[in-house]
């Protein structure tokens, strides 16, 4: 398709203009909602050639790499627009399945910034370079710094090229805590085995808490470890957290404030123990994940602090194993936060269950809306809907939801 004009009328899921042409919807990258621009390409999705009328709502780019990287993809919207655009990906995918229900405006919880950074790195000859994938390309950007990170990854790049230049192409995984930074490294193993015995000294040069190499570990300086509520917890290599500080705390209040004077709570998916261990501080707390290492580590933070009600870890993998409702007769309220595919089989036991109140966390508004039909079918009033902002400037948005028991059973 050669240059054409277009007239963007809306904004489209993944964060795209959406404008009409030649009978169907195409997607312009980059432009917003009321917008006239020239674009070029073939299929549904072009490229942006010029803007022909600007939005009000447009805003200047804050990164040097906005044109072309592919991590953030809404720096050129005013934050009061953008906001209600993401609260209103969650009110659409509930209207497809036919809920209607009011969701809070949408909170940031960017914070200081991302806390984890994975990146690309590719090395040709002497030449290193580590960055994130241009937008719909497999080409790597080198990246000097990367604006939306925590301070503490203000390095991470030098660090990337320095692991490059031992490892050959690789990608790293970094995650700030608060003992230093823990790097998880997936390298060629061939290239891993010739340069083993230098790996432990390359952590030492980089100042690195942890360095692990496809799934090993290679040497510790520090334990890595996190603040949660009261707890402290070893991160577990190549565990999961939430993308930023802020984001986890924001997600934990509103399930705490959800889950009200509950005296016994299950925390289904709980991962290293966001909830549970905060949970933990006013209720008792069963938790629940099929991530042995991460479920070691939440045993041993609720054992080594003072003040916690009793918390029961264990191993179960709640896809194939869900909670079935004899098992939940004396829980008072359940949370449940699973991956972005959701959770189908355990949404369909709550809902046959008699637990009063459960709150649902999700990171996918689809999956989230399907889990939600499920509990409303069984009986559950979807009550408040709390849209949550911690993967800024992208068109990911989590989802916190209440859901209380309107039939006995």
């Known amino acids: ?13 993944r964060g795209e203009g959406v404008a009409r042409h030649e009978g169907r919807n195409v997607f312009v990258p980059g432009t917003l909602p009321g917008e006239d621009v020239m674009a070029s390409g073939g299929g549904e999705r072009l490229s942006l050639t010029s803007i022909m009328h600007a939005s009000p709502e447009r805003a200047a780019p804050f990164c040097t790499h906005y044109d072309r990287c592919g991590g953030c993809q809404l720096q050129h919207w005013r934050e009061e627009p953008y906001r209600a655009w993401k609260a209103s990906l969650v009110t659409q995918a509930l209207a497809a399945r036919g809920m209607t229900r009011d969701v809070t405006d949408c909170i940031d919880a960017h914070g200081a910034g991302r806390r984890r950074a994975i990146l690309h790195v590719r090395k040709r000859g002497a030449e290193v370079t580590a960055g994130y994938m241009e937008a719909r390309s497999h080409a790597l ?26 490892l050959g192409d690789c990608d790293v995984a970094l995650t700030a805590t608060l003992t230093g930074l823990d790097a998880s490294v997936k390298a060629e193993r061939k290239i891993v085995v010739q340069e083993h015995g230098k790996l432990a000294g390359l952590m030492n040069e980089l100042g690195l808490a942890r360095l692990s190499v496809n799934g090993e570990v290679i040497a510790t300086a520090v334990p890595p470890r996190l603040l949660i509520g009261r707890a402290e917890v070893a991160l577990p290599p190549g565990g999961f957290l939430q993308a930023t500080a802020l984001g986890e705390e924001t997600l934990a209040r509103l399930v705490i404030d959800s889950v009200g004077k509950a005296k016994h709570v299950a925390d289904l998916f709980c991962g290293i123990g966001p909830f549970a261990l905060r949970l933990a501080e006013r209720a008792k707390v069963d938790a629940f994940d099929n991530d042995r290492a991460a479920i070691t580590a939440l045993a041993a933070a609720a054992k080594a602090t003072s003040g ?8 179960r993998d709640l896809f194939r194993e869900p909670l079935v409702p004899n098992e939940m007769k004396h829980i008072d309220a359940a949370v449940f936060d699973p991956p972005r ?9 709550l809902a046959r269950s008699g637990v009063k109140t459960v709150v649902a966390v999700s990171c996918d508004a689809a999956s989230f809306a399907r889990d939600a039909e499920i509990l409303v079918a069984g009986g559950y009033a979807l009550t408040r809907v709390t ?3 911690q993967f800024k400037w992208s068109s990911h948005v989590e989802v916190v939801a209440l859901f209380t028991r309107q039939a006995a059973r």
Do not use: S
């Open 141 to 166: 950007l080198d990246i000097g710094r990367c604006p939306i990170l925590e301070p503490a990854l203000a390095g991470a790049f030098d660090i990337g090229r320095a692991v490059g230049a031992r």
């Open 341 to 349: 595919a959701g959770a189908e089989a355990q949404a369909k036991q």
């Open 387 to 389: 849209a949550v902002d």
């Open 308 to 315: 916690l009600k009793p918390v029961t870890p264990e191993v």
């Open 1 to 13: 398709m050669t240059d054409t004009l277009l007239h963007i009328d809306a904004m489209g899921r």
